[in-house]
């Protein structure tokens, strides 16, 4: 019994530091380190220790900030270097996706013609409707990506 | 608040290189001690710090302003670490048990006027206060810096750790009573 009033002070201290009590609780707490030294003596040393955990000073590196900016600095200069690039390449990919719409009804009568010249199945002729769509995507894609994966590596 | 946390979202998008200079500047000791209590080493928190603005410049647009910037900025820095620790060995910070066997405390640094005592007996305490934190699990070690020592917001701490806020309670309580137990064994 002694030892649960003991455990539930220990337990309110803890919320105490975490969030607001509430106020009979705050009251039965009052009371009870004002009647338990025990109780009171370990609120203390916590109290210290947190005290001395916010007051922690450690050394930061010589010129760290300095260094740090410098990098920073460079690699947004290389960030504005790509960015024409990058703005060329989604340019690039806006056109051939309105060109490529614009021009699939063509493509398609066009294999379809094709298919029927060298009397090869619908399903021939349409999956290299879709090859011709999807391939150049594709080769663009991998570009893009291991050119990028390149960039990162070498950083 | 939330103006300041606009305008330095709208500056960030711009990637404004005088904006960053002086981020770099003004959070470069909370963030480094951030960085070396999770990382446990100066080099290795230093290599952090400097990949942290990295990608604080290249991703400035996701920077929307509704945060706080340093809970925003913590929270790029603990993923980054994650990710390295991912990469080293399939884990996580919640399976990180505790700090290397020969960790040793970090440099304190005091530059308070203090009497001669005074120095010696806070920083006795300082310094016992470090190596009972060292003691504590990463997990609960984590959020007791963020709350104690940054002095974070639980919602705030629960967008750096991307734990809900309940849990952020769950580990302050487990990681005070860890603490406590630390300095127990510390004192004994």
């Not at chain 1, 009804?105 to 879709?130: N, Q, S």
């Not at chain 2, 060995?89 to 970090?106: I, W, Y």
Request: aromatic letters at 8%.
């Amino acid at each position: 019994m002694n030892g649960d009033v003991h455990e539930r002070a220990a337990r309110l201290l803890a919320e105490r530091r975490v969030v607001t009590l509430a106020r009979e609780d705050e009251q039965w707490l009052a009371t009870h380190l004002a009647d338990c030294a025990g109780c009171s003596a370990e609120d203390v040393r916590v109290a210290e220790a947190l005290s001395a955990l916010r007051a922690m000073q450690i050394s930061v590196p010589r010129n760290l900030a300095g260094r740090t900016q410098l990098r920073v600095r460079l690699r947004a200069e290389e960030l504005r270097e790509h960015a024409p690039a990058n703005r060329l390449v989604w340019a690039v990919a806006v056109m051939s996706w309105i060109f490529g719409l614009a021009s699939a009804p063509l493509v398609w009568r066009g294999f379809e013609w094709l298919g029927g010249e060298l009397h090869l199945p619908k399903l021939v002729w349409a999956t290299g409707v879709v090859l011709w769509w999807a391939v150049p995507a594709l080769v663009a894609t991998g570009i893009v990506l291991f050119g990028h994966q390149g960039r990162t590596s070498a950083e | 608040m939330l103006d300041d946390a606009q305008s330095l979202a709208r500056a960030l998008k711009r990637r404004d290189p005088d904006l960053l200079d002086r981020l770099i500047e003004q959070y470069q000791f909370r963030l480094f001690r951030y960085l070396l209590h999770l990382t446990g080493n100066p080099q290795t928190a230093e290599d952090f710090f400097q990949e942290t603005w990295l990608r604080v410049l290249e991703r400035g647009h996701q920077y929307d302003g509704r945060w706080k910037f340093e809970a925003w900025l913590f929270a790029i820095a603990r993923n980054l670490v994650l990710d390295w620790h991912r990469r080293r060995k399939p884990q996580s910070l919640e399976s990180l048990a505790g700090p290397d066997e020969d960790a040793t405390p970090f440099d304190v640094a005091d530059e308070r006027s203090e009497s001669p005592l005074e120095q010696v007996l806070h920083a006795e305490v300082r310094t016992g206060v470090q190596l009972s934190l060292q003691r504590v699990p990463a997990i609960y070690r984590e959020v007791l810096v963020l709350r104690f020592q940054e002095e974070m917001q639980l919602d705030e701490i629960a967008g750096v750790t991307g734990a809900p806020i309940s849990t952020v309670k769950s580990r302050l309580y487990r990681g005070l009573d860890a603490l406590k137990s630390a300095m127990q064994g510390g004192a004994a």
